[in-house]
């Protein structure tokens, strides 16, 4: 299986960056060059512990559906969300929070398994790993963006 591991600094209190990155609303944001929405579930706001949210997103030439839920949380430190159904055979996504002096540290541990067995994983190699591996940079970049300036305020003091 394989995993992603990315460690990104972001400049902002622990607290603040744990919530930009459990918001729907800019998740979609951050995801609207595939259309991505949320419809069913939390659609926006903040997701909390055993929630779910049903994404609609287009990848790869096709429209995909993808249910997560959220299978643990310990704010500010670390939450986690799981695949309920979706096109993979499993998707986990950890997410963990280290306040340092100047900031905080957002681990994120991102572990799924393509379908099709050999075929499969020879998508991963080829071009999955480094596509996925791109979209949480790109959501990591915005949540920085935001978490780092004053934007912050339109998503978490609605």
């Given amino acids: 299986m394989p995993t992603i591991h990315l460690t990104t ?19 979609r944001k951050s995801m609207a060059h595939t259309g991505e929405e949320a419809i069913a579930g939390t659609v926006s706001g903040l997701i909390g512990p055993d929630e779910t949210v049903t994404w609609k997103a287009r990848h790869f030439f096709k429209t995909r559906i993808l249910r997560s839920r959220i299978t643990a949380m310990n704010r500010p430190l670390s939450f986690t969300d799981e695949m309920v159904e979706g096109d993979f055979k499993s998707l986990k996504h950890e997410h963990h929070f280290k306040s340092i002096g100047n900031g905080t540290l957002v681990i994120d541990l991102f572990h799924f398994e393509s379908p099709y067995g050999g075929l499969g994983k020879l998508a991963n190699r080829l071009f999955l790993t480094d596509y996925l591996k791109k979209l949480l940079e790109l959501r990591n970049h915005m949540i920085r963006e935001y978490a780092e300036s004053e934007k912050w305020k339109f998503i978490l003091d609605k």
């Fill in 9 to 27: 600094f972001v400049a902002a209190p622990t607290e603040r960056v744990f919530d930009l990155c459990r918001s729907i609303d800019l998740h």
